[in-house]
């Protein structure tokens, strides 16, 4: 469960299209065509539907009784997709929150809350976003229930999960039968290219986000329309109530909460990705961008053909992964690319492309262009007019007989000293790796164990990330 | 005979100092008696002095002779350092300037002047500087008969030449003995280090610039003294008549044109070089100094073993020297050089260091760090927002086989193309070296033919070249 939207991190797990067959006709439908195959496959019907009502009405109301026996005052929403009706068939996710009056503390609401999860969902165990929550599963359906503040307004919020009812009021007032088919549409859409999920593995468009573009550009059609035009940065503000700026591709200002940005966490290459499919889709509509794209597995005959057709060095640090969530360890891989990136780049191993991926294991690819150095680097000294630093340079390596040099190049003393690394792996096995920027979490699983690959030594990942690497290596828009 | 003064092209050439014993001491002598020593062997004794003023002084009258003939209104004048006295024993340079009267002709001025010239020197041969004239040898020291117009001041001249008179009767009236033995010692001084001429090869002190600097400084240590402290730029302007800005290290506003930076064509690194040995010759006085460092011829063990140890991988172009002289020569292999360096970097080959020199073949080098590129290139597309230019790439490369991508990278698209080099040798032996910038008359050469070398193979050049080869892998400031 993110703080956007329940829905937020299942990103691609929807069913294929391969039992329907509108994807075999391979053909341009034009876009109301495509759009209707795809809504009838899309739409949850009747008996999915009443389904979903029948467990989430009977957890609601075990849910009210436990809420209000403890205070009286509590009550009980559903939020959520499921609750707009803007889920997609196969989704099955119930959120209810339960709301206290704000006099309540923090902790006796954490109790009651946790109290009240377990009543509801007897089989369900803890888990810990803004405030502890329960989680559990019934009759197929992923269930959590959330305690949370009922408040006036959400600028008012003390965490992020007490706006969420907000968010689902605000929806359900502006979302017709039509809106609503198309905000499926539009999520179908963001999971088909790889877009949707505000997790920050993903850092695309919560469920949330989309429902606002859907209902401010008129519809689907609408969005794609406005996305294949879009001129970043891109500022909605629906409420028209937005006073600060933000520093991101797309903003679009929660209506329930004029300081946010509820597309804060979309990542400029998911906007880029949105305008990219809008135009191809709307030019030649398809279903099958509908569909995530699988790239499969790609083997070790394959890899090797990559690596020999590009000519590149990649090496990678396979560490195994720390325990974390995704919305945690993403981050904290992130970071430790950017810094081990950074680190061979100074080095004058120029890294070509880089990737981070996990699953158990967690690896940090480098493609490298450069893999090799000479054993000599070059050491511009001081300008010799500045004679205090010129001369402290000049007496230290005058009589070195490890450095060429010094010499005069232009205004300057130089030097030419033994390089600290000829080789990428050279500087990925020594201490030098702790020099750089890494994720606190990344650092202390490197401390204990990591193993470098080098070249075509990676085909050792084919087994376990062979759509990561396919990914990599046949990469898309 | 360069513009500046006739002993600047002969950097180097004076006699070694093992006959005089003074370099096998090897002490710390006080600057006092380093500097007697130095004098003792660069002061011309009388019998030299004699030799030269017979010669000159016949030399003269004939000159006189041959001038009044055809131009009553003529005269002859000796300029240079043997007119003044600031000569090293073992300089042969006799400059004789034939002066004509400004309201003649230039034409006439060049016919009398090379009619003159082959009078005085039957049976000498013409050289082309700013005008016409005529060089030969007498009793072992070369003669330089050269046509001007006398001028009442240096800002009226016509041509380059016509400046020397002036700067010899500039420098005659401040000279007295102790500065022109002081003269000699500076010029022995960057005759030693190497910053002594100021052709277009060693880009440094001219002898007309290196007397005002010790008339400027009064003597030799003050010269010294000043430059171990000199803040380039560094601007001096003897008769404080200077208006116009240089963009030099070195300003020093010519005393008969205020228009005028003798030291323009000083290169930077000659200012460096001689901060540097002034500071190390006033700490710690040594005659060694004053004599050019021979490093001897670098053979082709040594050269591998240069090779070895620092792990580059050099590439030489070498073709046949176009026949120019020295001063045009470098400044268009230089140029060249320049070119080369520029094309290899941006084509990824990281240029370590590089150089280039002469004989009778033209070798342009270059120290690679990267010798080797991968089969990819990186090539950035536009902005997704800027749909028109998006479009048209995303259509040029999304069927293109050799290509990887497009894929979005940030805001952009990005593909992966085939590379057109993958080595150096390949970039070097191919058209595309025609395309970076070269000097005219190199790339003249080059089309007629020229030999790439890479990696062990220069040791090709060891014959030719050892010395410069010596000072290039054991550079000294």
Chains 1, 2 share one sequence.
Not at 114 to 138: D, F, M, S
Request: aromatic share 8%; charged share 35%.
């Amino acid at each position: 469960m993110s703080e956007e939207d329940a829905e937020s991190d299942e990103h691609g797990t929807s069913g294929t299209f391969d039992e329907h067959g509108s994807r075999t006709d391979g053909g341009r439908d034009d876009l109301e065509a495509v759009v209707a195959a795809v809504r009838e496959r899309i739409e949850p019907d009747a008996e999915e539907r009443d389904r979903l009502r029948t467990v989430a009405d009977r957890l609601i109301e075990r849910a009210e009784t436990a809420a209000t026996e403890r205070c009286p005052d509590a009550d009980v929403m559903q939020v959520g997709s499921t609750a707009r009706d803007t889920w997609i068939s196969g989704d099955r996710d119930i959120d209810i929150f339960v709301r206290f009056p704000p006099e309540l503390d923090r902790e006796t609401l954490e109790r009651y809350g946790l109290e009240v999860g377990h009543e509801t969902l007897p089989e369900g165990h803890e888990e810990y976003a803004e405030h502890p929550y329960v989680k559990g599963t019934v009759e197929g359906f992923d269930i959590d229930v959330v305690p949370c503040f009922r408040l006036e307004s959400a600028t008012e919020i003390r965490s992020a999960v007490d706006r969420t009812p907000f968010h689902t009021s605000y929806l359900q007032a502006r979302l017709d039968d039509e809106l609503t088919a198309d905000v499926r549409l539009a999520k179908q859409f963001l999971k088909g290219i790889g877009a949707y999920g505000s997790d920050l593995r993903t850092r695309g468009f919560s469920g949330y986000l989309t429902e606002l573009l859907v209902v401010e550009y008129g519809g689907f059609r609408g969005l794609l329309e406005a996305a294949a035009e879009w001129q970043p940065p891109v500022e909605l503000d629906p409420e028209d109530h937005g006073q600060e700026t933000f520093d991101d591709p797309l903003v679009v200002i929660d209506p329930t909460d004029p300081e946010r940005n509820v597309a804060a966490v979309c990542a400029a290459e998911n906007v880029a990705r949105l305008q990219h499919y809008a135009r191809r889709f709307l030019d030649t509509p398809r279903t099958e961008v509908f569909e995530p794209d699988d790239p499969g597995s790609l083997d070790e005959t394959a890899l090797h053909a990559h690596l020999e057709r590009r000519g590149t060095t990649p090496v990678a640090v396979r560490f195994e992964a720390p325990d974390l969530v995704e919305d945690q360890l993403y981050p904290q891989l992130r970071k430790s690319l950017e810094g081990i990136t950074t680190g061979l780049d100074d080095r004058g191993f120029d890294v070509f492309r880089a990737t981070t991926f996990a699953d158990d294991a967690a690896v940090i690819v480098a493609e490298l262009a450069v893999a090799d150095r000479p054993a000599v680097e070059r050491h511009d000294g001081p300008p010799i007019h500045v004679r205090s630093h010129a001369d402290g340079f000049y007496e230290a390596y005058a009589d070195d007989p490890d450095a060429y040099g010094p010499f005069i190049d232009g205004d300057r003393y130089v030097t030419e000293r033994p390089r600290e690394f000829t080789t990428a792996r050279g500087f990925l096995e020594s201490d030098r790796l702790f020099d750089v920027g890494l994720g606190a979490h990344v650092e202390t699983a490197l401390t204990e164990e990591y193993e470098v690959l080098v070249g075509d030594e990676i085909a050792a990942l084919c087994e376990a990330f062979g759509r990561e690497l396919a990914r990599y290596f046949e990469p898309r828009p």
